[in-house]
């Protein structure tokens, strides 16, 4: 028979009535924040989102991000269809992310398709111009537009642009 320990049978010991102690002391209601516990909502309250709601689109002005059919019957001599075609698939990168879809504007720059202008009068060789050097202090938006758009067009790919861009303001125009 093996001898017995005092020193691990007072350890024994020792471990049950601490374990008491500690099981008997855990109630609801005490300062063990167990109450708060057990009183949360479930499910969690979710905030509300403070993000303003997106503009909503004007009435006749393209705002999908579909491309859509321009009206190419009122583009000024020397400009073609096609050049204005092809400006619509060259904005979709970089002029689409401050312009918006389809030119229809947001925060962060002007709407190109409502025939309002806030630094020239909206003619086609204005327009190439304003695409070529940028625009360094808008009258009415945050930020400047980098000469390109930021973009690496060469000067055809400019001219088609600003095709696109006439065509898109002059959509109610016959």
């Not at 190109?112 to 060789?125: F, M, V």
Request: net charge negative.
């Amino acid at each position: 028979m093996p001898r017995p320990n005092p020193a691990r049978n007072a350890a024994a010991v020792l471990a049950l009535a601490l374990g008491a102690v500690l099981a008997g002391g855990c109630e609801p209601g005490g300062d063990y924040g167990y109450d708060r516990v057990s009183h949360r909502q479930w499910p969690p309250a979710v905030p509300e989102a403070t993000n303003p709601e997106p503009p909503t689109a004007r009435p006749g002005l393209l705002a999908s991000t579909q491309p859509q059919k321009l009206n190419l019957d009122n583009l000024p001599s020397g400009v073609t269809a096609a050049m204005a075609e092809e400006g619509q698939k060259l904005f979709s990168n970089p002029c689409m992310g401050c312009h918006g879809a389809a030119g229809a504007g947001t925060p962060a720059a002007p709407p190109l398709n409502d025939g309002e202008w806030l630094n020239i009068s909206g003619a086609y060789p204005e327009i190439v111009t304003l695409i070529t050097n940028g625009v360094q202090q808008p009258k009415k938006y945050p930020g400047a537009m980098p000469a390109k758009g930021g973009g690496s067009f060469d000067d055809t790919q400019v001219r088609a642009l600003a095709a696109y861009v006439y065509a898109l303001s002059h959509q109610g125009e016959q």
